[in-house]
């Protein structure tokens, strides 16, 4: 009997030793968990997130600035143009997102994604040094760039945005990847990890917004793209280098051909009576499905489960067409993205609030005294430096202090479920645009009081609330949006989850758009249109009191479909059915 228990043991000793959640080592084998995954792989990825966020906000933050100052476009111009820029960033996902679960893997459309990257930061220096190309001829004098400028400024910046596509949804979920669910140090390090990992791409922000921003405002803007350049080498090789220590996810064709199957044998048997016992339903065997993760049967969307019904006695199973039979799992997947779409859509007006950080937050600077010591200029954009900070302050205290505590008191393994910190950051969004249409006010009434100094007896630091806060609400809001995207999607919609949560940055950029032209026109037929030539004939502080109403009437649509979500459930053994409640994750070991 001892020796029995003792083999017991080391097998189980032995199982521990390798990693059985579907993923292999760079041989193609099954990992070793000593040698693969964990924090020790996720480190070299955090490294070229943090350069490439260098990068991209580097930009980002800058690009309002660069199209009034150096194209000389007015501030409803720019501001499309920085929102249009920023929607087509944030939407490319969606297609590097399917393309890395679907065919090339996520490690090999991170490196080709990185390529189009640097192709984009190479032309966009070119832009600037090359004779041919630069905005202007030498003697500086212009009201207008060279034509060959723009065309070559926006293909670069356009070549990143793809770059981008590729690079973000599979460079975040790799990293997600490295940790394994079934394990529990693992499981409970990865709801570390996209903490860690907003706190690696502030980082990356933080020194965009300060060093390389002064370097665009007292050098120039091509030795800021040289810096862009480097770095980005410098992090690819890094990453390479990473490569034996990386856990990989072989993609397994396309993850959408499954849901359409589901829709398609549901619609065929939507005559058939739903059977009383979902035991009665199909699942593929255990056996079969390797190290496949089985969801648990639900009640809600039932009339999906009818492509789960077996006809003809449930005989020759294995030859029925998959677009007429779907098991429980499959069906279980697409109900868990249908139910996510009133999720996303609601989470959009948070994201036209972080639009206006890029846009009009950076423009407000640019009026404000921003000199501090002896004569130091604070570039406009390093007023962002506020909201990274922020974000890592409400990340650091919410994983070390606020998760522990929570813990106890609600036996929640996470402290409080994903939607609740979503939520608890849009009410931070709210207050940042009340306190941002407080601040517009009162710069306005400076510019009445004095028309010839205009704001500029108001300091830069009077922005700092505005941006401490949407940083602060950054820090649950949007880590809670890529922990929800990334978890509660099918295993093999990883990536596209990532690109979920950025589509809805993306979406809210274009929206944002939208809304500033109906807004204009709205205002402009009723008098004055809040969106003048400059900010001092705008009104901005009006336009950040519509946010904040939308922001509120749109929390109460949250919480009303937050409190009526249905998290995934997995299963370890495929059994009859599992009851339901709402904790994010469980993995329900059934005992048959």
């Avoid at 070299?44 to 990068?55: N, V």
């Avoid at 630069?134 to 723009?150: M, Q, S, V």
């Avoid at 502030?202 to 862009?228: K, P, R």
């Avoid at 480097?230 to 849901?259: A, D, H, W």
Wanted: hydrophobic fraction near 45%.
């Amino acid at each position: 009997m001892m020796k029995d228990n003792l083999e017991v043991k080391t097998e189980e000793g032995d199982e521990k030793k390798w990693v059985h959640d579907s993923s292999v080592d760079h041989k193609g084998k099954v990992p070793l968990r000593a040698s693969t995954g964990s924090w020790k792989a996720a480190f070299f990825i955090i490294a070229i997130e943090t350069s490439e966020r260098l990068s991209f906000f580097g930009i980002a933050t800058s690009l309002v600035l660069y199209l009034t100052k150096v194209m000389h476009h007015d501030l409803k111009t720019a501001a499309r143009n920085v929102n249009y820029w920023s929607g087509v960033t944030t939407l490319m996902p969606l297609f590097g997102g399917f393309i890395a679960d679907s065919y090339m893997g996520r490690y090999t459309t991170v490196l080709a994604s990185s390529i189009f990257y640097l192709m984009g930061l190479i032309l966009l220096t070119l832009s600037w040094f090359l004779p041919s190309l630069k905005p202007c001829d030498d003697t500086g004098l212009f009201t207008k760039p060279r034509r060959i400028h723009e065309v070559v400024f926006f293909l670069a910046i356009y070549l990143i945005s793809f770059g981008t596509g590729g690079h973000k949804p599979s460079l975040e979920s790799f990293g997600a990847d490295q940790f394994d669910e079934d394990h529990d140090e693992e499981r409970r390090q990865k709801m570390s990890f996209f903490n860690w990992w907003n706190c690696a791409l502030c980082t990356g922000l933080i020194v965009g917004v300060t060093l390389i921003v002064y370097v665009q405002d007292n050098i120039s803007w091509g030795a800021a793209d040289i810096i862009f350049t480097v770095v980005m080498v410098f992090s690819l090789i890094i990453f390479v280098l990473g490569r034996p220590f990386y856990r990989y996810r072989v993609p397994t064709g396309s993850p959408l051909t499954p849901m359409l199957q589901v829709l398609v044998a549901s619609f065929s048997k939507r005559k058939l009576q739903h059977p009383s016992d979902p035991a009665q339903l199909y699942e593929v065997p255990k056996s079969i499905g390797n190290n496949k993760r089985f969801l648990c049967h639900t009640n809600k969307l039932k009339f999906l489960d009818k492509a789960a019904i077996l006809v003809n006695d449930g005989g020759l199973v294995e030859k029925q067409s998959p677009w007429n039979l779907a098991s429980v799992t499959k069906v279980e997947e697409t109900k868990l993205i249908i139910n996510m779409i009133p999720i996303w859509v609601s989470t959009i007006p948070f994201g036209i609030c972080v639009a206006q950080t890029a846009t009009f937050f950076v423009k407000q600077g640019t009026t404000l005294n921003r000199k501090i010591g002896n004569g130091f200029e604070i570039p406009p954009a390093s007023i962002f430096t506020v909201s990274a900070l922020g974000m890592v302050v409400s990340v650091a205290i919410y994983d070390k202090i606020l998760v522990p505590v929570l813990r106890r008191v609600t036996q929640n393994e996470r402290g409080i479920n994903i939607l609740q910190r979503i939520g608890f950051g849009m009410v931070f969004c709210i207050a940042a645009m009340i306190a941002a249409a407080l601040v517009e006010r009162k710069r306005l009434e400076a510019v009445e009081r004095d028309p010839l100094k205009g704001s500029l007896t108001m300091s830069i630091f009077w922005l700092a609330p505005q941006f401490l806060i949407i940083g602060f609400g950054d820090g649950f809001t949007l880590v809670g949006l890529q922990e929800y995207f990334y978890d509660q999607v099918p295993d093999s919609m990883r990536s596209l989850g990532i690109a979920f949560y950025l589509s809805v940055m993306g979406a809210a950029s274009f929206l944002s758009s939208m809304l500033i032209t109906v807004v204009d026109h709205m205002t402009e037929k009723s008098g004055k249109s809040w969106f003048g030539k400059d900010l001092n004939s705008s009104r901005l502080d009006k336009f950040y009191w519509l946010l904040a109403a939308m922001s509120t009437l749109n929390l109460f649509l949250f919480a009303f479909l937050a409190s009526r979500f249905s998290y995934k459930r997995v299963q370890k053994v495929v059994v009859a059915d599992c009851y339901e409640d709402k904790s994010d994750y469980e993995s329900v070991e059934t005992k048959v």
